[in-house]
C-alpha cells in the first residue's frame, strides 16, 4: 500500500515543523483509514464499500471515520498535501512570477507524490472518472485548496486573498490540474502527467490560444 506522504526534511525548502505525538497519532489514523478504504475499494468496488467495513479495516470506529472524514468521497479524495504546497509556494521568491512559482510548487509535489503514493494517485484518478459522485466533490475540494493557494499569492502581493484577478488566476490553474487529470484518467492513464500538466501551464502562460 501507499506510504505515508513524505515532508520534506528541516533543510529543504517549504519544510515544516516537526508534528507532535498528537498530530503524528492523527496522521497514522487518516492514512489507516485511507489506505483501508482504497484496499477494499480494490477488492469489491466503490459501491459495495461501506464505512463500517472501512472502520473494521483500519480498526476504528465508524464515529472515528466521520470524525476524520465527512463522506466516503472525502476519504478517496483527501490528502495531506495542501501544508506542503502552502510552504512550498511560500518559499518561492517573492519576484518571481506568479505562474513560475506556482508551476515550479505543484510541479514538486506532484513528483513527491508519484514517487510516494503512486498507485493511490493511480487509483484515485480511476475513481474521479468512474464515480460521478468523486468528481463533484473534487470539485468542492479543490475551493479549499483554491482559498490556501490564494491567500498565499495574496500575502506576496499586498492584495486580499478575495481579489477577483487573483481567483481568477487560482481557478484557471487548478481547473487546468483538474482537467489534465481527468483527461490522464480517461486515457487509462497513458502518457506523462508531469510533462501534460507543463503542458497545459503553457497554455495558460500563451493566452489560451488555440
Given at each position: 500500500m501507499a506510504a505515508t506522504p513524505r515532508t520534506p526534511s528541516p533543510a529543504e525548502p517549504g519544510a515544516q515543523p516537526p508534528l507532535?505525538?498528537?498530530?503524528?497519532?492523527?496522521?497514522?489514523?487518516?492514512?489507516?483509514?485511507?489506505?483501508?478504504?482504497?484496499?477494499?475499494?480494490?477488492?469489491?468496488?466503490?459501491?459495495?464499500?461501506?464505512?463500517?467495513?472501512?472502520a473494521e479495516a483500519a480498526e476504528v470506529s465508524p464515529s472515528t471515520v466521520f470524525r476524520y472524514f465527512a463522506t466516503k468521497e472525502d476519504i478517496v479524495?483527501?490528502?495531506?498535501?495542501d501544508p506542503v504546497m502552502e510552504a512550498s509556494l511560500r518559499s518561492r521568491p517573492a519576484d518571481e512570477a506568479?505562474?513560475?512559482?506556482?508551476?515550479?510548487?505543484?510541479?514538486?509535489?506532484?513528483?513527491?507524490?508519484?514517487e510516494t503514493e503512486n498507485e493511490e494517485l493511480r487509483q484515485r484518478t480511476r475513481l474521479m472518472v468512474e464515480v460521478p459522485a468523486i468528481r463533484a466533490r473534487m470539485t468542492e475540494t479543490m475551493s479549499d485548496t483554491a482559498k490556501i493557494l490564494a491567500q498565499v499569492l495574496a500575502?506576496?502581493?499586498?492584495?486580499s486573498a478575495d481579489d477577483l484577478k487573483i481567483r481568477i488566476f487560482i481557478a484557471a490553474v487548478l481547473g487546468a490540474l483538474r482537467e489534465v487529470t481527468l483527461y490522464w484518467g480517461e486515457h487509462d492513464q497513458e502518457g506523462d502527467l508531469i510533462a501534460m500538466i507543463n503542458d497545459a501551464l503553457?497554455?495558460?502562460?500563451?493566452?489560451?490560444?488555440?
Open positions: 507532535g505525538l498528537r498530530e503524528r497519532k492523527k496522521l497514522r489514523t487518516r492514512v489507516a483509514i485511507r489506505q483501508a478504504t482504497y484496499r477494499l475499494i480494490a477488492e469489491q468496488g466503490y459501491d459495495a464499500t461501506t464505512i463500517e467495513q472501512i479524495l483527501t490528502d495531506e498535501y506568479p505562474l513560475l512559482s506556482v508551476r515550479l510548487m505543484m510541479i514538486e509535489s506532484l513528483t513527491s507524490f508519484m500575502d506576496r502581493t499586498g492584495r503553457d497554455t495558460l502562460e500563451g493566452g489560451l490560444l488555440l
